[in-house]
């Protein structure tokens, strides 16, 4: 069986957005699932949109998606010689054919093709006028007049373009450089590509790079149009429904497993199956399993997917991601075991690792701010003799694990004859200035016997000095 071949291949006109790393992730996926190939093209040649920095942040994108290629990039605006020789094989073929119409002649063929109903395309002036280079000709295919350009999709299924149609585009414009289409097709021919997988908006350039493979005597490749990525209101994707670049998902603390996971899922399916390893996909990945309709984009169930993957996750491993969310939260220590224990207790309520810093910021704090609402309902009077006979509890202490601080906690409530929910409470806010948390005697243990008896001890001093 001939090894699978696949490319992506962006331009660098912008960062790489959700919709451009599904289509990256489906040639990946499919080619590593055929043990094939995967080649990364830059299409840069409209230059003055394109930039440098577009290129490092697609580059990123791909690297932190897990995303690796296995040749290339090659840069379209490196390989012109390339294309002025594929140029000059369909003039010689007479496959192709110079033409010298000016725009204004042009633009009155179209008009007087519109009046009559007709299709605003190229008459065919110079088609047969075997006229030579000259300066400011265009270099068109000759494409054929008759019959059917069937597209054999491997998504879609046939799709039947009629060739009267179409008519002979331009290959290469009078400055000298080439059209898109036919760079496409060189590139694609050059680097071996033998399946092309992408969005379904380039349908309508299928049936014109088909006709320049044939012109070149060329075996087509396998097409795939995928379906659009849509927000939730069907229209197509845009900044307000979340098309960001790839890399903002990263930097709102979402897992690189999780974004793949998700996109993966916005158009193919495994039966009922959400939750995805990187594996799992590479192993069950397949065309067939394409859908047809557009996938929609919910940003909460990539939240919800998000979790579940920040729960997956081995511990240690998750620590070290969530380092820098924390720092940037004011944590300066390294992911030691006491910030692992943070995270463990963190995950179950957490869908980001952004969430989790900002959510375990008590932890690390040298103050603590008190909710209005908590400390108004439970930093009272009634509070200050649990919390007073608690600390002195804690200050005998030897050691601070769990079981110790259950046992003192233990004492306070006979000694006080309250249950834990009045005790707990109000050392909770006392704690981490909030109503809910981790199980306080986790929190506690976390925190240490410094801290949690300094931040009592603050407690203590706010309700006394709050009016009566």
Same mark, same amino acid.
């Given at each position: ?49 394109? !930039?440098?920095?577009?290129? /490092? @942040? ?9 995303? %690796?290629? #296995? *040749? ?75 019959? !059917?350009?069937?597209?054999? /999709? @491997? ?9 009267? %149609?179409? #008519? *002979? ?300």
């Amino acid at each position: 069986m001939e090894e699978i071949v696949t490319r992506f291949p962006p331009s660098p006109t912008g960062y790489l957005h959700v919709g451009g790393a599904r289509t990256a992730l489906f040639n990946w996926l499919y080619a590593r699932h055929t043990q094939g190939k995967l080649v990364l093209r830059i299409e840069d040649t409209d230059i003055k949109r394109s !930039t440098q920095a577009s290129v /490092d @942040a697609i580059f990123e994108a791909l690297e932190w998606l897990g995303i %690796e290629w #296995d *040749d290339g990039p090659y840069f379209q605006s490196k390989r012109f010689e390339i294309y002025r020789d594929y140029v000059n094989r369909l003039l010689e073929s007479g496959n192709a054919y110079y033409c010298t119409c000016t725009p204004e002649r042009l633009e009155e063929m179209r008009k007087r093709a519109m009046d009559i109903g007709g299709k605003p395309k190229y008459d065919g002036t110079c088609r047969e006028k075997g006229l030579s280079e000259e300066d400011g000709a265009v270099v068109r295919l000759k494409a054929p007049l008759t019959g !059917t350009t069937i597209v054999e /999709d @491997a998504v879609k299924g046939n799709i039947v373009f009629q060739n009267s %149609e179409l #008519d *002979d585009f331009i290959i290469r414009r009078s400055d000298g450089s080439p059209t898109y289409n036919f760079c496409v097709v060189v590139d694609d021919l050059t680097m071996g590509i033998n399946t092309v997988i992408r969005g379904d908006d380039h349908v309508m350039n299928t049936p014109k790079q088909m006709l320049l493979y044939q012109a070149l005597g060329q075996v087509l490749p396998t097409y795939a149009h995928v379906p659009m990525v849509l927000g939730p209101d069907r229209t197509r994707l845009s900044k307000r429904h979340g098309a960001m670049s790839v890399t903002a998902y990263r930097d709102m603390g979402f897992l690189p497993d999780a974004v793949v996971n998700y996109l993966v899922r916005l158009g193919w399916s495994f039966g009922d199956q959400e939750f995805f390893t990187r594996d799992e996909l590479i192993e069950k990945f397949s065309l067939e399993n394409i859908g047809t309709s557009a996938g929609i984009f919910d940003l909460d169930k990539l939240l919800s997917l998000n979790a579940e993957h920040m729960k997956a996750m081995p511990l240690g491993d998750l620590t070290q991601l969530a380092l820098p969310f924390f720092q940037q939260a004011g944590y300066t220590g390294s992911a030691d075991p006491v910030l692992e224990k943070a995270v463990e207790t963190l995950v179950p309520r957490s869908k980001t690792l952004e969430e989790m810093a900002e959510s375990g910021r008590f932890y690390f704090s040298d103050t603590i701010a008190y909710d209005e609402k908590a400390a108004r309902k439970f930093l009272k009077p009634s509070s200050l003799l649990p919390l007073e006979r608690l600390t002195k509890e804690l200050e005998k202490l030897d050691a601070f694990d769990e079981p110790s601080l259950e046992s003192a906690f233990k004492k306070v409530m006979e000694e006080t004859g309250l249950k834990l929910g009045k005790i707990a409470q109000p050392v909770r806010v006392a704690l981490t200035g909030k109503t809910a948390s981790p199980g306080i005697f986790e929190v506690a243990s976390i925190i240490g016997k410094e801290k949690v008896i300094s931040r009592l001890k603050d407690a203590i001093a706010y309700i006394a000095a709050r009016p009566a």
